[in-house]
Structures are given as C-alpha cells and as structure tokens.
C-alpha cells in the first residue's frame, strides 16, 4: 500500500527567427513524496532496512535546450538536456516481485538517490512530398541507475525462481543510440516505414 504524491512546475519557449531558425529551452521541478500506508507493509521491509521510514520526500529537476535549422526540405537539430527521476514503487519498495522474463525475486530499496541523466542528441532529415530520410543519435550519460543485482543471501520465495535481485545504484553508465529512418509515401493512401537501430 505505498501512495505517492507529486506535484511539479514546467516551463518551456520557443523563439523563432528569419523563419529558418528555431531556438526552443525549457526546466521544470517537482516534488515527489512516496509513504506506506500499510504498517504490515511497512515490517516486511523493515527486514531488510531497519532503519528505513514510513515516507520519504524527494525534488526532481530537469532542464532542456535545442537549436534548429529548417530551410526548403532540409531540416538539422541539436539539443542537451538533463533529468531525474524519483526510483518507481517497484524499485524503492518491492518485495520479492517475481520477474517471469528473468525468474528473479526483486526486492526494492527505498535508499536509492534519484536517478540523474544527461543527454545530447542531434538529428537531421530530408523530405518531400513522397519521401523523408532521417538520421539521428542521442548519448546519455547516466548518473545513479538503477539496475537489479543479484544477491546471493536471499532465498527466493517464489517457486520455480533463479534467485533474488536487490534494487542497487551502479555510479554511472552510458547509453548511446543511432536510428536510420525512410518513411516512404508513394500514393496518398499508401505509406511505409523502415527503421534502422544501433544501440551500445
């Protein structure tokens, strides 16, 4: 029985100059505050965190900027950003969720830091009335994530299980994404779409 309540403020503009250039930036703040309402709930797991509370408050940030260039079918764009994010229920809270994709046991941990990401992307794209042909990339950089670890002193408690993963925070991780897009309309009542992913 855990609730949450948040509550958050956004700002986002657009400029626009000449009618080729496109400046657009934006932040926004929250606030997010996760409680158990449930006091059995509440003993589960304190088992594995004595020391934990009953609720915890958290603020999440986030901050954007881009540039864009569009002249005749030619369009390029760049942009950075950063964000947080709050660990979910799951994470910060779980006990013994079975995975059925991985057969693990998770158990959440409610000291996780906030996840923190920063970002760089940049596309650029050529269209017609038939055709459009994009290429874009983003890198992350991503601070605190959360990933589930294996821990080998718990015993799972669902039948048929691998093991136990215990929510933990690895310091940081890069993630970085190159998509190859043709969207293709030949008749007004026909189109098709082809994407290319690489992933690292």
Do not use: C
């Amino acid at each position: 029985d855990v609730r949450t309540i948040y509550f958050g403020f956004n700002f986002n503009d657009n400029l626009k100059w000449k009618k080729v250039h496109q400046f657009h930036y934006g932040a926004s703040l929250g606030f997010n505050r996760n409680y158990i309402a449930n006091k059995f709930g509440l003993n589960s797991l304190k088992i594995f965190y004595p020391e934990m509370k009953d609720g915890k408050n958290r603020l999440v940030a986030g901050a954007n900027a881009g540039y864009i260039f569009e002249k005749n079918n030619l369009e390029i764009a760049t942009g950075i950003g950063y964000g947080e994010r709050a660990p979910s229920v799951s994470e910060g809270y779980g006990f013994y969720l079975f995975n059925s994709f991985d057969r693990y046991d998770y158990i959440g941990n409610p000291n996780l830091k906030n996840e923190k990401s920063l970002e760089l992307n940049g596309s650029i794209s050529y269209k017609t009335k038939k055709i459009k042909l994009n290429l874009s990339g983003n890198y992350f950089h991503i601070f605190d994530y959360i990933i589930g670890v294996i821990n080998s002193e718990y015993i799972p408690m669902t039948i048929g299980a691998t093991g136990v993963r215990e929510y933990k925070a690895l310091k940081s991780v890069n993630i970085s994404n190159v998509e190859f897009g043709i969207d293709y309309k030949p008749h007004p009542s026909w189109r098709t779409k082809a994407r290319f992913t690489y992933s690292i």
